[in-house]
């Protein structure tokens, strides 16, 4: 299920999978002068809980001294970011985010613009295709096993490739192979897409463990111009502009 919707010039498209929703923003570049970031406030209506989801990140004006590895509410330590990701959200359970940008000083965060979007994750068993993913890896850490791939898969016609084959000269030459391609269908899009992000989002995060100290605490939140990288000719930038379908 996709949705887009604009409020005071704060634009969230939201799509949501089976066990992922991806929120991506956007707001103009002359908007952001001041922005510290978005806090993101959950509903689940299906299981009647609301709260601010978190980040691992902190201001150190108002770093309330926690342990290394502790999460902090978006509210009060917003993400600086344009696209995000709620990995906790579970099949068939209707959401509504409100995802507001924040300017002000750390100690006294202002909202600048909010936007509330209604959403439901879809079920593996819904609709004309039943999808499903085991998720073994996050807790096995054992092999990754799928094969699929994505073309344009936010887009009007995505395509859906998935199977046994590996997309190795192998496979597409010389060994029995399946291969499934699915075109233009968008919830079929929207659960693979999710499920990506979810193996990506992982992997990078383990990734990123070698790189410091486990018991070291996670550079602090900027109160820069730390938007300035997501316009322009850049990654981040590509990557706002994919997630929040914008043009520029």
Not at 153 to 167: C, K, R
Not at 226 to 231: A, I, P, S, T, V
Request: glycine residues 6%.
């Amino acid at each position: 299920m996709r949705v887009t919707k604009t409020n005071d010039g704060l634009k969230v498209h939201a799509v949501a999978g089976t066990y992922v929703v991806m929120l991506g923003f956007d707001l103009a570049q002359a908007d952001c002068e001041g922005l510290l970031g978005f806090s993101i406030h959950r509903t689940d209506h299906t299981e009647n809980e609301a709260y601010f989801l978190s980040g691992m990140k902190a201001f150190a004006a108002t770093d309330p001294g926690f342990p290394a590895g502790s999460l902090y509410s978006t509210k009060d330590h917003p993400i600086q970011s344009f696209q995000w990701a709620d990995y906790s959200a579970k099949p068939g359970h209707d959401y509504t985010y409100t995802v507001t940008a924040l300017k002000g000083v750390p100690a006294l965060l202002t909202p600048h613009a909010e936007t509330v979007i209604n959403i439901t994750t879809e079920s593996p068993e819904s609709g004309n295709h039943d999808i499903y993913f085991n998720r073994g890896t996050a807790a096995s850490q054992a092999y990754v096993h799928n094969k699929f791939m994505l073309v344009d898969p936010l887009a009007e016609d995505p395509i859906v490739v998935a199977g046994s084959a590996n997309f190795s000269d192998a496979s597409t030459r010389r060994n029995d192979e399946n291969m499934v391609i699915t075109r233009g269908n968008k919830r079929v899009a929207d659960v693979y897409l999710g499920e990506f992000m979810r193996l990506y989002s992982h992997h990078a995060f383990g990734e990123s463990l070698q790189w410091h100290d486990a018991d070291d605490p996670p550079r602090p939140l900027k109160t820069d111009d730390w938007w300035r990288d997501y316009f322009g000719q850049t990654p981040r930038s590509m990557r706002r502009k994919f997630f929040a379908r914008s043009q520029v």
